[in-house]
């Protein structure tokens, strides 16, 4: 893989930043965490949205940051229409 580099696609604005620069974001709705991985700029509005959050390993990344949420409709993203 010498000499490739590996663009994330930011799960809110689907621009692709570098993997270094992308953040796991696990959303957590009572029991049920939802995994996105954010471009830096995201990360900040993310940030700015929420007053609380923590962090914990995560599952691709070495570290990655909870924020709680009170419903799915709160996630940055829209949610496919179940
Ligand atoms: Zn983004």
């Known amino acids: 893989m010498q000499g490739h580099s590996t ?3 930011c799960d809110v604005c689907s621009r692709p930043v570098p993997d270094q620069a ?15 991985e954010l471009c830096p ?3 900040g509005s993310e940030m700015k949205r929420h007053d609380g959050f923590r962090g ?6 070495r570290a990655a940051i909870v ?15 179940a």
Do not use: H, M, T, W
């Not at 992308?22 to 996105?36: G, I, N, T």
């Not at 914990?56 to 990344?61: D, H, L, S, T």
């Not at 924020?67 to 229409?81: G, V």
């Open 7 to 9: 663009l994330i696609l």
């Open 67 to 81: 924020i709680r949420l009170n419903s799915p409709e709160e996630l940055p993203r829209a949610l496919p229409i």
């Open 41 to 43: 700029s995201c990360l």
């Open 56 to 61: 914990v390993p995560g599952f691709r990344k």
């Open 22 to 36: 992308s953040k796991e974001v696990l959303y957590q709705v009572d029991k049920v965490r939802y995994r996105l």
